[in-house]
């Protein structure tokens, strides 16, 4: 497939915003790889789009989808985007591909299934970014949605300092933005599929100092294609190659640590009275609080639907 290039025109510059009036301060960029997900794309698109920090811009590689994706992109309206599609090379390779099409200082990550919360997202990590100058990235909470975008439950992350990060690591990818000067010439490293966004946080906390935005940053959508759920032996395979290059103590979805994995599910209703019942960042339904909370502690994540 021949690369297609996307980009603004001379007025629609892409780190302005439509409701913002910001002339300074870092430029965001926000990396978004995609493989047939037109069903989910524009929910990603509108998230970004409407946020109401003004220096954003949204990189989109798409990784040679075969269904209506490109023709959505071509379509889209919004001032903040530009993309490019191109023959499939993997998600790390398209990922990298955008790291390097982007200017930003700040870098979020943003899967083409997942969207930010609410229209403040941005503004909020570059005002924490601003008061801890010398953290590589700032991570928050997220809640989990279906493909329908209904909220299922909250994934909670602890702080960074509470346990001196004994128990494993808790880090959701969409809710990560990371500073460019913490990294070289990649975000992530190609020689793995799945684990990348785990090696990833790995790699940067090792050498550089962190922090917690204790704010509900994303929404996480689970459905039956996420390659986790579909490349088992794959997903197994890399968390025991990184276990010999970072050690077994630092995943929670290591089996040893099952403990902790549910501690933090439970720590999770503590964010239940931030829920939004319509957030601003995307469509997402939401039943009620109480069931939200019923689901949060009594169903594993398998038995979780919109009726439960």
Request: a neutral charge.
């Amino acid at each position: 497939m021949p690369t297609q290039i996307q980009e603004p025109t001379p007025a629609s510059n892409p780190v302005t915003g439509p409701s913002t009036n910001q002339s300074d301060g870092p430029i965001v960029s926000v990396l978004t790889t995609s493989y047939n997900h037109a069903r989910w794309l524009p929910d990603t698109l509108a998230s970004v789009e409407q946020q109401d920090y003004g220096l954003v811009e949204h990189i989109v590689v798409d990784d040679g989808s075969n269904d209506d994706s490109v023709p959505l992109l071509e379509s889209w309206s919004g001032t903040r985007l530009r993309w490019r599609s191109e023959a499939n090379r993997g998600q790390a390779a398209a990922l990298n591909e955008a790291f390097q099409m982007s200017s930003g200082q700040i870098l979020g990550w943003l899967s083409s299934d997942d969207v930010y919360y609410d229209r403040g997202v941005v503004s909020a990590v570059v005002a924490a970014f601003g008061a801890n100058p010398e953290v590589a990235f700032v991570y928050g909470h997220a809640v989990v949605i279906d493909a329908d975008g209904f909220q299922m439950c909250v994934e909670w992350v602890p702080p960074v300092r509470a346990f001196n990060w004994r128990p494993p690591m808790r880090i959701i990818q969409p809710a990560v933005f990371i500073r460019r000067s913490a990294l070289t010439d990649r975000l992530v490293d190609e020689s793995f599929d799945i684990a990348m966004d785990t090696e990833l946080w790995l790699r940067l906390r090792r050498d550089h100092p962190i922090a917690r935005l204790d704010r509900i940053l994303a929404a996480e959508r689970h459905h039956g294609f996420r390659k986790s759920y579909i490349q088992i032996a794959d997903t197994e395979s890399e968390a025991l190659r990184l276990d010999g290059i970072y050690g077994p103590k630092s995943r929670v979805s290591d089996p040893r640590h099952k403990k902790w994995a549910i501690l933090y599910r439970l720590a999770g209703v503590l964010l239940v009275p931030r829920i939004a019942e319509k957030p601003s960042g995307f469509s997402g339904d939401l039943d009620s609080r109480m069931r939200l909370l019923i689901r949060q502690v009594a169903y594993p994540r398998s038995r979780m639907t919109a009726r439960s």
